[in-house]
């Protein structure tokens, strides 16, 4: 069995844990503490072939910044990250850069499976902070996938994580094959 491994990073309060457990276990949690780490793990099948993805959902770093490398670490080169801000935080938004930049760092390199996330897209929109184009256009910058979702309301979860392990597939195995077949 295929097994592929994600780690989510994003501030306190963005909805990282209600986006692992919405994907995992398909329910909202109404309260959440907050994460110190935690994993989470779901067998589903990809491209014919049955497949585990373990998610390891990080602690913001307002909480534990200096362990921030060992996560990056921790994911093996052929792995991906999921980078989540909250659309009515402005400075869930804003932290994202130096989160990418650190990943790439550590990594060393610019190739690296990664997404980009707008979550709580199901608020009231006098409530947001940060624009649908905002995201875009970081989202270029990093050379990442953008999308906005609702761990409430089950929107783009599952694409979410499909995406990145779509992602990681691709840099496996880089090939005409998977321009083709709409992938890129």
Excluded at 64 to 90: E, P, T
Aim: aromatic share 10%.
């Amino acid at each position: 069995m295929k097994q592929y491994t994600v780690a989510v990073f994003g501030s306190s309060w963005v909805g990282k844990t209600a986006l692992s457990i919405q994907f995992v276990e398909e329910a909202f949690p109404e309260y959440i503490d907050i994460t110190i780490e935690d994993t989470f793990e779901k067998e589903f099948e990809h491209n014919g072939h049955r497949c585990q993805l373990k998610i390891l959902d990080t602690a913001s770093p307002e909480v534990f910044d200096g362990v921030r490398d060992q996560y990056i670490k921790y994911i093996s080169n052929n792995q991906g990250f999921v980078l989540v801000y909250s659309i009515d935080d402005s400075s869930s938004f804003m932290g994202l850069r130096e989160l990418r930049d650190q990943i790439v760092h550590v990594k060393e390199t610019l190739n690296v499976p990664m997404i980009l996330v707008g979550n709580k897209c199901d608020i009231e929109e006098e409530y947001r902070a940060v624009s649908t184009k905002e995201g875009e256009t970081l989202a270029k910058e990093f050379k990442c996938t953008f999308l906005e979702t609702s761990a409430k309301r089950k929107i783009h979860v599952k694409d979410t994580f499909y995406d990145l392990v779509r992602q990681i597939d691709r840099l496996e195995r880089p090939s005409s094959l998977s321009f083709c077949c709409g992938l890129m």
